[in-house]
């Protein structure tokens, strides 16, 4: 939004602004911030920055943890959600000693992986567009404790939850909300409300509407943006659509396997890259539109697949929603247009500005600008090497894959079927994310150890609800 300081500081002064919230990712994800008073808005503060621990949001060791956060003033925003005017800014992190660029920062990790990706000369520029998918509930519970544990979601816009109930007679049945329109579907204002906001923002919208879960599963879709931009995008995205329903007094979950027997909810990533104004994954002869250059870098994605959903689906319900016969990607092959594959090529995307392919088996739980900068990594992996897809066993497959033989099915490499098995494909195939310094090994060390510890082993010990069904009375 600005280029300089005194540009933002005419804002504040211009626009009545009384705070300044300043914000920055920790390494899982999860956005953490503080605020300060708009008379604090000094050349000082972009020379000093603000002390932070590092070490309580896992981005340092508990013996050296002082950190320093720096507003990068080219995201600054006015954040809608606050009841006074508060101007919002996304943070660079830096060592509090030498106020050098903290490198294991996810956000500088992504800057790393573009950086990288120039100085390898094959690209320019790499250009994503992320698909957000997510549940809006009128209320969520849960609970763990010793003996008991539960969890409790109501939707009115659920058939087989809320027409015994009564009303208006208006519901979505179970898969049946792809597209569904007013009154069945009840969440377009909502949505029209988070896109506004996005707007004003700064964040584009390409378009909105409601997904294939009947009980309020909504799609909101972005132009295709830079790297950074996305990794931007996909945490102010999930902000902004959880503070409108928190003021509606609704509830919202990114997370990627709320409901059993429904659709899951994923984070599909459309991307392709570019040499000044020329799409080096165009064409007009190839498979799907796709270049050369284009296969090998999906042979990279599908070849480190294993690994990346170390990444890119890094938590234990991940891999409830990878699983046979909801669109979700469990098999490592590409298509045109199939969206059971792990790549697909989108059919409408054949034009020299447009041809692109989309990695289908993200989802929310993960670090975006890790994700975005792993995926950018394997891909260039797959450049160098020369990695074909078709010289892989990796497709293309044009048909309907869980309409096989399991004898047809063997002749496909599978994708990790839980996080600790994609945990091991990380930890034994990574080499590939060290490439121009943008991972480190001790970062992924820490990552995987972390997710074993703390995800992993909680929910191995703990009794699952269905089990009592099964076993109680043996």
């Not at 569904?180 to 509407?209: C, F, S, W």
């Not at 000044?276 to 799907?288: H, I, K, Q, S």
């Not at 692109?356 to 950018?376: S, W």
Request: charged share 20%; with cysteine; net charge negative.
């Amino acid at each position: 939004m600005f280029q300089s300081f005194e540009e933002a500081r005419k804002f504040v002064e211009e626009h009545n602004i009384q705070s300044i919230d300043l914000k920055f990712a920790d390494l899982w994800g999860q956005w953490h911030h503080l605020t300060t008073p708009a008379s604090q808005f000094t050349p000082k503060l972009m020379e000093r920055g603000f002390g932070f621990d590092g070490s309580s949001v896992g981005l340092k060791n508990v013996k050296s943890g002082d950190m320093v956060m720096v507003p990068d003033l080219t995201t600054g925003f006015q954040d809608p959600f606050w009841a006074g005017r508060t101007l919002s800014f996304i943070c660079t992190t830096l060592n509090a000693d030498t106020r050098e660029i903290f490198p294991q920062d996810p956000r500088n990790i992504a800057r790393k992986a573009e950086i990288h990706l120039n100085k390898t000369g094959i690209a320019t520029e790499s250009r994503w567009g992320p698909e957000f998918e997510f549940y809006v509930f009128d209320s969520a519970s849960y609970e763990n404790n010793i003996q008991r544990a539960g969890y409790s979601f109501q939707s009115q816009a659920a058939e087989e939850w809320s027409s015994a109930a009564g009303g208006s007679g208006s519901y979505i049945p179970i898969h049946g909300g792809y597209h569904a329109a007013p009154p069945k579907d009840r969440h377009y204002n909502l949505r029209q409300e988070i896109t506004r906001h996005l707007e004003e923002m700064g964040v584009p919208v390409k378009y909105h509407h409601h997904e294939v879960g009947g009980p309020g599963q909504l799609e909101i879709e972005t132009p295709l943006m830079g790297l950074m931009a996305a990794g931007d995008a996909v945490m102010l995205i999930k902000y902004t659509a959880k503070m409108v329903a928190a003021q509606r007094e609704q509830a919202v979950t990114f997370m990627p396997k709320p409901i059993f027997g429904e659709a899951g909810s994923g984070m599909h990533f459309h991307q392709h890259l570019f040499r000044g104004d020329e799409n080096l994954f165009y064409d007009a002869e190839g498979y799907g539109k796709l270049s050369q250059t284009a296969r090998y870098y999906v042979g990279g994605l599908l070849f480190h697949g294993a690994a990346l959903l170390g990444l890119t689906n890094p938590s234990t319900n991940s891999y409830r929603r990878l699983v046979p016969g909801y669109e979700a990607p469990i098999n490592a092959f590409y298509s045109l247009g199939n969206r059971s594959a792990a790549i697909r090529i989108p059919k409408y995307a054949n034009q020299p500005d447009s041809a692109r392919i989309e990695f289908r088996p993200p989802d929310a739980t993960g670090n975006p600008y890790l994700a975005l900068a792993a995926q950018l990594l394997a891909g260039i992996d797959g450049i160098q090497r020369k990695l074909d897809p078709t010289e892989l066993g990796f497709g293309p497959i044009d048909a309907d894959v869980f309409s096989w033989t399991d004898e047809q099915r063997e002749s496909i490499k599978p994708l990790p079927t839980s996080l600790e098995a994609a945990l091991q494909a990380l930890a034994d195939d990574h080499d590939f994310l060290l490439a121009g310094d943008v991972f480190s090994e001790e970062l992924l060390e820490n990552w995987v150890e972390h997710k074993l510890e703390k995800e992993v082993e909680p929910v191995r010990v703990r009794p699952h609800p269905y089990e009592m069904k099964l076993y109680f009375d043996v």
